[in-house]
């Protein structure tokens, strides 16, 4: 991928969390009183300029879908900041948020349980349009035509319903949605995973010429690497609700800094015969988010040589390690001069 990183950034978003309180025992329901809460979402900081795409990576439970629906306040974040194109999402309510989240949309992972089955496929694309009030009879009709060619479907189909579909047209169908009302940035929500994998190249590919056309911002959130490989210009990987390395997408994938990123790298598939790679294995389950450990949220399960009980104590802040290269690992010092 080509670099945006030239262009201003369009999103900004620092120290973003995401708590969800967990009432515990009789007591706590009747009164209302918060036992704990999960830390989805711990203190996440980054930008995306306009034009890139940023690649979101992790396990499952990390907090990827998390933060990208905090970010659009599909759910409202515990606190943080989210700036896009120059405005603070937090401070938008009732028409002003309405006007925001047409420049910000969302493709979900589900493309079926993520459309109206009492709907026409067509009234689905149409609906955003008369909500903003862009397009409203033929008008409308001619545009999700349009929007079904652009994605390649049959402009027929719109009067279909979902349940006629397969998994990768109802996503072309999904993104159709998100472009009917001429969004800057599209959150991609696991966008591929439910599909065959000669389905998920298709969509990544009419994803790819859809940003060229239409100059489109991605956060795209996979635990998917090999697909985040081929569409992102930079990615961020997750662990435990926070950022622990983030580069560009060359960079990471030839030089990882970070132990996590190392272990998840040697676990994507080589399309090689016959070339065998040293297969780093986690040992134990990622600690709970609701209680997590002093230090280093990797230390359980870190294999570095060199970790000690320095890591239990010290949080590893997001530091430049190499240029445009930051990772969170005391252990692994910076190169910069």
């Known amino acids: 991928m080509t670099s945006a990183r030239t262009n201003p950034a369009l999103l900004q978003v620092t120290r973003l969390r995401k708590d969800f309180p967990v009432r515990q025992g009789l007591q706590h329901s009747l009164f209302g009183r918060n036992a704990a809460a999960i830390r989805a979402v711990n203190d996440v900081s980054f930008d995306i300029a306009r034009g890139e795409t940023l690649g979101v ?3 499952s439970g990390c907090g990827k879908t998390t933060m990208g629906r905090a970010i659009l306040r599909l759910i409202e974040p515990t606190s943080g900041s989210v700036v896009f194109d120059g405005i603070d999402v937090a401070t938008l309510h009732g028409a002003a948020l309405r006007s925001m989240r047409r420049k910000m949309q969302v493709v979900f992972q589900d493309p079926f349980s993520s459309l109206n089955p009492r709907m026409t496929v067509g009234a689905a694309v149409r609906e955003g349009m008369l909500i ?6 033929r008008a ?3 545009r999700v ?3 079904f060619e ?6 027929d189909y719109a009067s279909r319903y979902p349940h006629e579909f397969s998994g990768g047209q109802r996503q072309r169908i999904g993104v159709a949605r998100a472009l009917s009302v001429e969004p800057e940035m599209i959150v991609c929500d696991e966008p591929v995973s439910a599909l065959d994998v000669s389905v998920q190249a298709q969509v990544i590919n009419l994803m790819q010429d859809l940003q060229r056309d239409r100059g489109l911002t991605y956060l795209f959130i996979a635990h998917d690497l090999s697909v985040v490989r081929h569409i992102a210009d930079r990615v961020a990987v997750m662990y435990l609700g926070r950022i622990v390395e983030t580069a560009s997408a060359d960079d990471l994938y030839s030089n990882p800094t970070m132990p996590y990123t190392q272990a998840l790298l040697s676990a994507v598939p080589r399309p090689e015969p016959g070339r065998q790679t040293a297969r780093i294995v ?3 389950e990622p600690p709970s988010p609701a209680n997590p450990p002093p230090g280093c949220v990797f230390y359980s399960r870190c294999q570095h040589p060199l ?7 010290v949080v590893p802040p997001l530091e430049e390690k190499t240029p445009a290269h930051f990772a969170a690992c005391i252990k692994q010092p910076s190169q910069l001069p």
């Not at 970790?307 to 104590?313: G, N, Q």
């Open 307 to 313: 970790k000690d009980d320095d890591c239990t104590r």
């Open 282 to 284: 986690l040992q134990g």
């Open 145 to 147: 035509k349009t929007l």
């Open 140 to 142: 409308a009709d001619h």
């Open 150 to 155: 652009e994605v390649g479907l049959n402009p």
């Open 57 to 59: 990576v992790g396990e």
């Open 132 to 137: 903003h009030h862009l397009a409203e009879g």
